[in-house]
C-alpha cells in the first residue's frame, strides 16, 4: 500500500478498513487507515464522509503528545485514500465499559486525567474533537492493567483556527454534549462533557444517559441529570460523582472552567485518598506530572516535554542520612529533588541545604571530561527525599525540544550559583 508493507488487518469499518504495516524506511510498524472507495462516491452522505477524512488527514505531523495517537502521513490516492498512523498494540476502552470488566477506581482517576491533559493540548492547537468515547481511546494494558492511554480518530475535530467549511452536529450521540446537540457554538466544555460522560461508563458499567429510542436519549441529554454514582458502584466517594455531574452540566459556564481545573480536582481523588492506590500503592503518572509541574527547575517545560520526563527518569527515594554523592567520587548523574531537602558539606561543614525544585550533581553531568567529574563535596540526605534522577543515557532517549528545556534550566541553576559564590565572596558573613 504505496510504500508501506502490510502485514494484516487490524479491523473493519462502515467507512474504512485498517492494517498493520511496516514502515521500512522509518524501521516501525504503523496503522494504516484506508477509506473504502465507495465512500468517495456521489451523495451527500460520501461527500461528508470524505470530508471528515480531509479534516483528519490535515492533521498529518501536527499533534505530538504521548496521549494522542500520531498521524504520521496522508496519502491522496484517488481510488482509496489512506492515513498513516501511530500502531498502538492495546484495546480501546469499550472493553472495561462492562459491568463484569470494570476498572479499579484509581485506574480510572488514572485515565481521566491522561486524557484530560491530552485534551487541554489538543484545545491549544485550536481543535475540539466533538467524538471523545469509548471506542476513540486505546488502552494499552499490561496483566490486566491499563498503563497508558491514546485519544484517536480525530475526523470529527472541530478546527477552531481553520476558515475551512466545518460540518455541525457531528459526535456520538451517548456522549455528545447539549451544546453540540442543538447546535451551539462549542468550546473545550464540549470535550469536557464528553470525557466525563466515558468516565462515568467506567465507574458505573453504564453511560449516564441511557435509552433506546434516539429522540428519548436525547430528550435525557438536554433535559435530565444523569443518576448519582455512589449507589451504583460499592466504594465510589461522593466527590468523586460530584466532579462529575459538575462536568455533565447542561450549561458549559456550569461546568469547570477549563482543563486543568477538571485535570487537577479529578487527580486529586487519589492524592487525598478518597480512592484507595489499589493492592500495589503504586505512585501514578498523574502525582508524578503534578508534582513536576510544581518545581521550580521545570517551570520552562510544556505538558509534552513534563510527560517525557515522567516517563524516562529514575524516580528514587532515600532515606535520612543517605549520601547521594560522597567527595572524590566520579560520577555523570544528576538529580532534580523532588521532594525533600539534601545539606552539602565541604570538608565536614555544611555549605548549603538544597529543598525541591533544586538540582544536585548537574557540573559534574555538563563536565567536558572525565578527570572533571569528581565531586567536591559530600551531599547527604536531611529529610527523606525523593529525586528525578537522569544519566546520561536516559538524557540521550529525551527528543530535543526537552534536552534544550534542560540546558535552560542548568544555565539558570548555575547562574544562581555564581550569583552566590559572588555574593559570599563579598560579604561572607551572610553565608552559612
Known sequence: MGKYRVLSRLGDGATSEVFLAED???????????????????????????????????????????????????????VAPFLVMEYVPGVT????????????????????????????YVFRQG?????????????????EAVVDVKITDFGSALDT?????QVYRVGSLAYMSPEQLDGSSLDARADMFSLAAVLYHLVAGRPPFDAVQQGALM??????????LVPLRDGV?????????????????????GWDEFALEWSSLVARHEVPRGPLQEVLDSERFNLLRSLEFFAGFGDVELWEVV???QWLRHSYGAALYRKGEEGNTFHIIAQGRVDVYRDGQRVAQLGAGTSVGEMAYLAPSDELRVHAADVIVSDAAT??????????????????????????VLVRRLHAAHESMAHPRRIL
Not at 127 to 143: E, F, G, Q, T, Y
Not at 161 to 165: A, E
Not at 242 to 257: E, G
Not at 390 to 403: A, C, E, I, N
Request: proline residues 7%; positive net charge.
Open 311 to 313: 516517563h524516562r527518569a
Open 161 to 165: 483556527l481553520s476558515d475551512r467549511t
Open 93 to 120: 476502552l469499550r472493553r472495561f465499559c462492562r459491568a463484569d470488566a470494570l476498572l479499579p477506581l484509581s485506574q480510572v482517576v488514572e485515565i481521566g486525567f491522561k486524557c484530560a491533559m491530552a485534551l487541554s
Open 127 to 143: 481543535l475540539i474533537h466533538r467524538d471523545v468515547k469509548p471506542a476513540n481511546i486505546l488502552a494499552l494494558v499490561d496483566r
Open 387 to 412: 529525586t528525578v534522577t537522569f544519566t546520561p543515557t536516559s538524557m540521550d532517549s529525551l527528543g530535543p525540544v526537552t534536552r534544550h528545556l534542560f540546558d535552560a534550566a542548568f544555565i539558570k
Open 24 to 78: 521500512e524506511f522509518n524501521h516501525r510498524q504503523v496503522a494504516i487507515k484506508r477509506v473504502r472507495p465507495a465512500v468517495l462516491g456521489e451523495g451527500l452522505e460520501n461527500r461528508y464522509r470524505a470530508h471528515f477524512f480531509a479534516s483528519e488527514a490535515a492533521l498529518a505531523g501536527k499533534l505530538q503528545h504521548p496521549n494522542v495517537v500520531q498521524i504520521f502521513d496522508a496519502v491522496d490516492d484517488p
Open 219 to 228: 430528550h435525557q441529554i438536554l433535559n435530565l441529570a444523569p443518576p448519582s
Open 237 to 257: 466517594p461522593e466527590r468523586m460523582d460530584a466532579i462529575l455531574q459538575r462536568a455533565l452540566a447542561k450549561s458549559p459556564a456550569d461546568r469547570f472552567a
